[in-house]
């Protein structure tokens, strides 16, 4: 085979229409062989080429003959010295860390590992035995992709609602997906999905991780799997298990008409990224990409003992992006998500442990500058888990300007709220009002706010009203696993039950959490099937319950499809009325020397709060008005946003409350929008004059909209 020297740039394997260029960064190798294969099951290369040309620490050739559809994996050659921080083995085929196609799931055997498993050495002892017959290859692909007029869509903020899914599970056992397309890229983008969300509302999807994963060893031996993704090895190859076809590669185009399918519905995409940690593990984990490639580089590694890794994650290591090349890798990685992918943002796991430059975590980091810096990733959406497991590694408010934030403090304020722990309400003010105690010091704005009550990671909604505790026990950890994040809701009987109270009590907890969650000012964040009771049966980290425990359910219930209609009436009022998803801050002033103030807060007198109100820790009911003349907000062309005047009352108390509405003039009333007592709205566009009282029910939640006796 002719092989020509190449280029440095750009790094993996590309395709040019001619030929194939490959680029491997190894700062530490001594010699670096490409392989070559015959297909994704062959044993044996078919062409070994030492790769004579090194630039700048990248190694590189040129394949005239070269053709997408080819399968490769490097061996890298070096000091195999773990104590020094090098663990090089050439017996063992390597993932390119570029690779844009990977044609196998990864499964590990003894042999994926570098050193000998059960020597008495550990790790120390370098294994020599070849493992090309289980490795997975890599897939040169053609990138070509026609997208005619597909572009980011660029939803302001302001006007987006998340919804948080799994590619496989919202479509595994959906009766209105052909079977063939269930749990794969094709049948995220079938009509009767994109029917579905465009029914909802949402504006946007954050899938959960779509890189290359592996399958954790443990949970294979158990017969279990690592259902979410959060075991990342291929940065810039979506995963092959939602594959449809099964030409490897073809996946790529699979994932290219899923993004356009979706856009051309008016509905992004983000991405949850996993660039803290990879599937590699600690030093006792497997040799699979980066670890053979130049395990010194890409990986923090204790500074007076190399052997060992420094993990942020609890995964076992930490990416270095102290090293410029491997923060090279991440921006690549988002630039090609972004400009091939036409993926519009993302949402970074542990997003804490990247900030980390020493120890400490830096909002000034390298990796933020560089963010901010670049024409590309700086106007797409990007937003942090905002902690890692390390120390100091809490940091939900610090991030700077140009980041939206899984906001931890607000969904751990409307719990405890609906919860009914007492001394909340002032918590609870700054929550439902964007969370300005946290971003608008550092300049940002309320939609830096990503607000959710529940995600991937915990119980489902159903589950966190229906369950006291963990049920977890399929996971086989003896239940050991997960985090006690359930907080007794005193709805009676944990579990099933047909305790007509306790079912209604459940349900009413449901839709006060989204009544809350869609109508607070920020970002909101749907879990994806909480909309339609979706239940783990208890467990709260599914993680490796790819089957019913995890997938949604889509045989409706009659009390499923009544909470569906709820939480489409209230996606649906939030985008009609901008006084929801204001773009500044609350002022909580008297606006241009009028009587009207932007925001008031009531106490169920009909009396604004004072000082001594807020610290009153029996207080559990409250009152909120937003002015929607008090705005003070432009749109796109210069006019002034103006909407109606809503009242929110909340009431976490066990007994009703009668709650004075505001005085209004006599030309206007009280229109009832919406109650969680009454998720069918028999009693919508009920009227009530201001100075009135409007009985709150126990556990309830009300919306009441001003408008003229003519109409708004």
Known sequence: MKVWPGRPYPLGATWDGEGVNFALFSENATSVELCLFDGPDASKESHRIRLEERTNQTW????????????????????????????????KLLIDPYAKSIADTIRLSDRMFGYRIGDP?????????????ESPKCVVIDQAFSWGGDHLLRTPWSKTIIYEVHVKGFTARHPDVPDHLRGTYAGLSTPAVI??????????????????????????????????????????????RYALSPVRGRHVREFKTMVKTLHSAGIEVILDVVYNHTAEGNHLGPTLSFRGIDNAAYYRLVSDDPRYYMDYTGCGNSLNVRHPRTLQLIMDSLRYWVLDMHVDGFRFDLASTLARELHEVDRLSAFFDIIHQ???LSQVKL????????????????????????????????????????????ELAYRLSGSSDLYEMSGRRPFASINFITAHDGFSLQDLVSYNEKHNEANGENNQDGHNDNL?????????????????????????????LLLSQGVPMLCGGDEIGRTQLGNNNAYCQDNEISWHGWDLSRENRTLLTFVRRLIALRQDHPVFRRR???????????????????????????????NQGHLRAIGLVLAGDAIE?????????????????????????????????????????????????????????????YTIEARAMAILCRESVHGA
């Open 60 to 91: 590189h050739a040129y394949l005239p003959e070269g053709r997408p559809g080819l399968h490769y994996g490097y061996r890298v050659d070096g000091p195999y010295e773990p104590g020094a921080g090098h663990r090089f083995n050439p017996a």
């Open 121 to 133: 050495e550990g790790d120390l002892t370098r294994d020599d035995r070849d493992n090309a017959d």
């Open 195 to 240: 029917e579905y969300l465009q029914g909802l509302g949402v504006t946007a999807v954050e899938l959960l991780p779509v890189h290359h994963a592996v399958q954790d060893k443990h949970l294979t031996e158990q017969g279990l799997t690592n259902y979410w993704g959060y075991n990342t090895i291929g940065f810039f190859a979506p995963d092959m």
């Open 374 to 376: 670049d024409p590309v």
């Open 383 to 426: 937003i942090a888990e905002p902690w890692d497991l390390g120390a100091g590694g809490y940091q939900v408010g610090n991030f700077p300007v140009g980041w939206a934030e899984w906001n931890g403090k607000y969904r751990d304020a409307i719990r405890r709220y609906w919860k009914g722990d007492g001394g909340q309400v002032a």
């Open 488 to 516: 007794s809701w005193n709805c009676g009987v944990e579990g099933p039950t047909d305790d007509k109270n306790v079912l209604e009590l459940r349900r009413r907890q449901k839709r006060n959490m989204l009544a809350t």
């Open 584 to 614: 500044r801050f609350f002022q909580g002033r008297r606006i241009h020397g009028s009587d009207i103030k932007d925001i008031v807060w009531l106490h169920s007198d009909g009396k604004e709060m004072d000082e001594a109100d807020w």
């Open 633 to 693: 907000e432009k749109d796109t062309r210069g006019n002034a946003i103006v909407d109606n005047t809503f009242v929110l009352l909340f009431n976490a108390h066990h007994d009703s409350i009668p709650f004075v509405l505001p005085a209004c003039d006599e030309s206007a009333s009280w229109v009832l929008m919406l109650d969680t007592c009454d998720p069918t709205s028999r009693r919508s566009r009920a009227v009530f004059k201001g100075g009135e009282p």
